[in-house]
């Protein structure tokens, strides 16, 4: 069995979500964590990572253009040692280089027509960022070998002369 991944795009006031594994290599985004409180956005992770029954958590780590640490790197690195202490899981720090530009990207041209009050209601939602952390986390998927699928011996011994069938079509 692979690893579950619940990704996180850290922001003071709404926190983007995504999950995947290694298995299927997809990320798909979730409702963002945009409680008012910091502390109900932190459960609202703990939620997600049980109902996904998350096995590591990989967030968005804000360098800069040249890889130096960024002035936001500090507060993502408080916020990973609080995730670290409450969920005890591993956590893959990403660069998130220009993940929020490539989520905003994909659909800005939906955001045509809109009024401004609209898009305001757009950003508070918390979608850009949870797109951001499926960017985040499908850059992390693919820089990752795909797994060998596994065969039992019971599958093993229909095939006793030739290799297992290939499942992935």
Known sequence: ???TYLAIDHGDRRIGLAYGDDEIGIAFKLPAAVEPESEARIQHIGREIKQRRATALVVGYP???????GPRTQVVDIFIARLEELFNLP???VDEGLSSVAADSTFSSRQRGRTARQRQQH????EEDSRAAAVILQDFLNSRPMPLPSFDEEEQSEYPDSDPPNRHV
């Open 1 to 3: 069995m692979g690893t």
């Open 91 to 93: 956590v893959h720090r």
């Open 63 to 69: 360098l800069n253009m040249d890889g130096t640490e």
């Open 123 to 126: 950003r508070a939602s918390g």
